[in-house]
């Protein structure tokens, strides 16, 4: 069975830091695009970053470039997202997703997802 499960979301205040995991389970997913997503309430969701297989490219949105950072380490089969300098509209529910795409922000494109993890910041 296929999984993704995210974890360390929580609660934290404006210009502070979480980082996230999302083990994989079920097969390797280094050759995959891997990805973060996002989704605020009544909002659709949206993406935030994602790495390629072998780690050669990262690709950020907007709206966190400078400020999140993510990674793979494909030995463990995680992916991590390390936030900084928090904002309160950074508050969403974080999902990871896995795709065969190259690379890609669409996430019609991808086939795998977790649950899904939550991170409030407040003001």
């Excluded at 997503?37 to 400078?66: C, H, M, W």
């Excluded at 890609?104 to 649950?115: C, I, K, L, M, R």
């Amino acid at each position: 069975q296929v999984q993704l499960v995210e974890s360390g979301g929580g609660l934290v205040q404006a210009g502070g830091s979480l980082r996230l995991s999302c083990a994989a389970s079920g097969r390797s997913f280094s050759s995959d695009c891997m990805a973060w997503f996002r989704q605020a309430p009544g909002k659709e969701r949206e993406f935030v970053a994602f790495i390629t297989r072998l780690n050669l490219r990262t690709n950020y949105s907007d709206s966190v470039k400078s400020r999140f950072t993510i990674s793979r380490d494909n030995a463990k089969n995680t992916l991590y997202l390390q936030m900084n300098s928090l904002k309160p509209e950074d508050t969403a529910v974080y999902y990871c997703a896995a795709s065969k795409h190259y690379s890609t922000v669409a996430p019609n494109d991808y086939v795998y997802w977790g649950q899904g993890t939550q991170v409030t910041v407040s003001s």
